[in-house]
């Protein structure tokens, strides 16, 4: 597929390119359990492609099938155009793509800098001698990488938190500096596993702004799965409907809202 | 007020990333290091130095190579005493077998033997955490002692099973053997000391040292973000073993002389160590001092206090020294994790507003 070929400009003016990712077929089982059924979607360069679907319907599961943490048993995953082999999670990360958790994984006990300057733990290359050194290469590479995370942190306005443990921070931080930790590994592909569960409604509108303004300022591809719909509808420009397992709908936000299946699997169906 | 970080302002990331970002705490790190080497080896005398200042400095390096392991990297080990044992048994082999190689390079080489050692039994750390992590590292502990033990070839075949360090000299000094100076014990094994600290701090400041808390926090999240579980674990036994080898040829050869190693490096040598860590403070390189000197200075005190100055048998206070540290351990389990560093960090912290909290 040519990626120039097929790439559009969005309303609000920003160019979504070729298919940056493409899942084909795939089907992930556990035992007898059938959690992905056979589903082919594709994820746009510089698009927010959003994953929705009643509980259990396998988003997460999908999500872990990107990030490497499951593997699928039928399916291929393309990947910038080429065949992704079997891998481990960190050998995905080292190819670019970066998630969030929907329970937060933050590392508690080191402070804010510190767990998004693991975030650059890729773009670090100097080995154990020049660390155990330190003067030099380590330090100079070192304050390269801050001045970068110093960025992300002005960026999603948490300079204040800094040096605070993330342990005594509350939820609505701690899901902004897991975001940040994403943000600073600067991810081809980032993947939000529910970024506003469990948020009120201001702290919805601050995340859903800051989504937006990754995707329209870095140009990063967003992938994300979220249960407000209201969230979803504005946010994404694609969305993919999923429910036990297989793929009921695909398309823009209009067209998922009007599909007969979709409003079937969320308002329920009467039996007959 | 000295204590303060009030006005004291970074312009740049480097100096906002310095090891003592207070200009107070970086006065007094130069002032302790002057004192050390300027001031302490021209007043040493051999009770101080057995006593207290030598034991002191080798079982601070010990700590540290713990503190990488268990505070840093949140992997337990149990086998720090058979790790000491073969930091001995290889300073002990390469001192006789290449006698005409300085002794400095022989404890380093001692170092990267125990390192070798270390992650060869850090690999169950892949499967296995937690308390059945220890229960594998207390394996090693056992298996490394019966080997000294039993293969004769370690000890060269000498007949009391004993290992005894040959006479060594560094410039003209001897630093090992029973002629040994007690400055020279002192400086040697601060040399060692200050080096081992810096490297340690460097490492646990930068990518590396955070790969291994990410290791500790959340092994999951850990390798979400690009980190190899494989190799940050091995790395962090490598590394701590290095130190915990360096610190058991130190042992042996400048502050024993003779070792035999069941009594020497047997579990509560293990213990003993862990013991530091955790009174001292978990995931500190100031804790590993702090915790070295204060199991170090307890018996002695003890000893001043309850036998010399109170008449108590000597039985009854080291039975109580016991209690002590037991207590003290529970006491830290509980209430404070991160030890002695982290009252001093709090301590600070609190001081940073005094007089004034609101």
């Given at each position: 597929?040519?990626?120039?070929?097929?790439?559009?400009?969005?309303?609000?003016?920003?160019?979504?390119?070729?298919?940056?990712?493409?899942?084909?077929?795939?089907?992930?089982?556990?035992?007898?359990?059938?959690?992905?059924?056979?589903?082919?979607?594709?994820?746009?360069?510089?698009?927010?492609?959003?994953?929705?679907?009643?509980?259990?319907?396998?988003?997460?599961?999908?999500?872990?099938?990107?990030?490497?943490?499951?593997?699928?048993?039928?399916?291929?995953?393309?990947?910038?155009?080429?065949?992704?082999?079997?891998?481990?999670?960190?050998?995905?990360?080292?190819?670019?793509?970066?998630?969030?958790?929907?329970?937060?994984?933050?590392f508690e006990g080191m402070t804010?800098?510190d767990?998004?300057?693991?975030?650059?733990?890729?773009?670090?290359?100097?080995?154990?001698?020049?660390?155990?050194?330190?003067?030099?290469?380590?330090?100079?590479?070192?304050?390269?990488?801050?001045?970068?995370?110093?960025?992300?942190?002005?960026?999603?306005?948490?300079?204040?938190?800094?040096?605070?443990p993330?342990g005594?921070?509350?939820?609505?931080?701690?899901?902004?500096?897991?975001?940040?930790?994403?943000?600073?590994?600067?991810?081809?592909?980032?993947?939000?596993?529910?970024?506003?569960?469990?948020?009120?409604?201001?702290?919805?509108?601050?995340?859903?702004?800051?989504?937006?303004?990754?995707?329209?300022?870095?140009?990063?591809?967003?992938?994300?799965?979220?249960?407000?719909?209201?969230?979803?509808?504005?946010?994404?420009?694609?969305?993919?409907?999923?429910?036990?397992?297989?793929?009921?709908?695909?398309?823009?936000?209009?067209?998922?809202?009007?599909?007969?299946?979709?409003?079937?699997?969320?308002?329920?169906?009467?039996?007959? | 007020?000295?204590?303060?970080?009030?006005?004291?302002?970074?312009?740049?990331?480097?100096?906002?990333?310095?090891?003592?970002?207070?200009?107070?705490?970086?006065?007094?790190?130069?002032?302790?290091?002057?004192?050390?080497?300027?001031?302490?080896?021209?007043?040493?005398?051999?009770?101080?130095?057995?006593?207290i200042?030598?034991p002191f400095l080798i079982y601070a390096i010990a700590a540290i190579g713990l503190n990488i392991l268990t505070g840093y990297c949140g992997q337990v080990s149990l086998g720090t005493g058979g790790f000491m044992a073969?930091g001995?048994?290889?300073?002990?082999?390469?001192?006789?077998?290449?006698?005409?190689?300085?002794?400095?390079?022989?404890?380093?080489?001692?170092?990267?033997?125990t390192?070798?050692?270390g992650?060869?039994f850090g690999?169950p750390s892949?499967?296995i955490k937690g308390f059945y992590l220890a229960v594998a590292t207390l394996a090693a502990q056992f298996?490394l002692v019966?080997?000294?033990?039993?293969?004769?070839?370690?000890?060269?075949?000498?007949?009391?099973?004993?290992?005894?360090?040959?006479?060594?000299?560094?410039?003209?000094?001897?630093?090992?053997?029973?002629?040994?100076?007690?400055?020279?014990?002192?400086?040697?094994?601060?040399?060692?000391v200050?080096?081992c600290a810096?490297i340690a701090r460097?490492l646990t400041r930068?990518?590396?040292g955070?790969?291994w808390m990410a290791i500790r926090d959340m092994d999951?999240?850990?390798?979400?973000?690009?980190?190899?579980?494989?190799?940050a674990k091995?790395?962090a036994f490598a590394v701590s073993s290095f130190f915990i080898g360096i610190a058991g040829?130190l042992f042996?050869?400048?502050?024993?002389?003779?070792?035999?190693?069941?009594?020497a490096f047997g579990i509560q040598k293990s213990f003993l160590v862990l013991f530091m860590v955790i009174i001292g403070g978990l995931g500190s390189v100031f804790g590993s001092f702090a915790g070295a000197a204060f199991l170090v200075v307890l018996p002695v005190a003890l000893?001043?206090?309850?036998?010399?100055?109170?008449?108590?048998?000597?039985?009854?206070?080291s039975h109580f020294q016991l209690v002590i540290i037991g207590a003290l351990i529970m006491f830290f389990l509980i209430k404070e994790p991160h030890g002695l560093a982290q009252l001093w960090r709090l301590a600070k912290e609190?001081?940073?507003?005094?007089?004034?909290?609101?």
């Open positions: 597929m040519n990626a120039t070929a097929d790439s559009y400009v969005t309303e609000d003016g920003r160019t979504i390119g070729g298919v940056l990712m493409d899942m084909r077929n795939i089907t992930l089982r556990f035992g007898g359990v059938e959690a992905i059924k056979n589903i082919s979607f594709d994820i746009r360069e510089g698009e927010i492609r959003a994953i929705i679907g009643p509980n259990g319907a396998g988003k997460s599961s999908m999500l872990n099938v990107i990030s490497g943490f499951y593997n699928p048993q039928e399916g291929e995953v393309f990947f910038r155009g080429e065949r992704r082999p079997q891998m481990k999670p960190y050998q995905v990360a080292r190819m670019g793509i970066a998630r969030t958790f929907q329970n937060i994984a933050l804010v800098l767990n998004i300057m693991t975030g650059r733990l890729n773009h670090m290359k100097a080995g154990l001698f020049r660390q155990a050194i330190w003067k030099g290469a380590a330090e100079r590479e070192e304050i390269e990488n801050r001045a970068h995370v110093e960025r992300v942190i002005d960026f999603l306005e948490i300079q204040a938190i800094r040096k605070t993330v005594r921070l509350p939820y609505g931080l701690k899901k902004r500096v897991e975001l940040a930790r994403a943000l600073a590994a600067d991810p081809k592909l980032l993947l939000l596993d529910e970024p506003m569960a469990g948020m009120n409604v201001e702290e919805k509108e601050d995340m859903s702004r800051f989504i937006l303004d990754v995707n329209d300022q870095f140009g990063t591809t967003i992938a994300l799965i979220e249960h407000d719909m209201g969230v979803v509808m504005d946010l994404s420009d694609r969305v993919v409907v999923m429910d036990y397992g297989r793929k009921i709908g695909d398309g823009s936000p209009d067209e998922v809202r009007t599909n007969q299946e979709v409003i079937d699997a969320y308002l329920g169906v009467a039996h007959d | 007020m000295l204590y303060r970080e009030a006005g004291d302002f970074k312009t740049s990331y480097a100096e906002d990333n310095q090891t003592f970002p207070i200009k107070f705490d970086r006065w007094r790190y130069w002032f302790v290091l002057a004192v050390a080497y300027l001031v302490i080896p021209f007043m040493i005398n051999d009770y101080w130095a057995n006593a200042f030598v073969v001995a048994y290889a300073c002990y082999k390469l001192m006789t077998a290449f006698p005409e190689v300085n002794i400095i390079v022989h404890v380093i080489l001692s170092g990267g033997i390192a070798a050692v992650a060869a690999l892949l499967r298996f019966w080997l000294f033990n039993k293969v004769a070839w370690f000890y060269n075949y000498s007949a009391s099973g004993q290992i005894s360090a040959p006479e060594r000299f560094v410039g003209g000094v001897a630093v090992t053997g029973p002629n040994t100076e007690a400055w020279a014990k002192y400086m040697i094994c601060l040399v060692f200050t080096i810096i460097n930068g990518t590396i955070r790969t999951i999240a850990a390798e979400i973000i690009g980190v190899n579980p494989l190799k091995l790395l040829a042996f050869a400048v502050y024993l002389g003779a070792v035999e190693v069941g009594e000893k001043l206090i309850g036998v010399d100055l109170l008449g108590w048998p000597t039985d009854l206070v609190k001081l940073r507003l005094w007089p004034f909290p609101y």
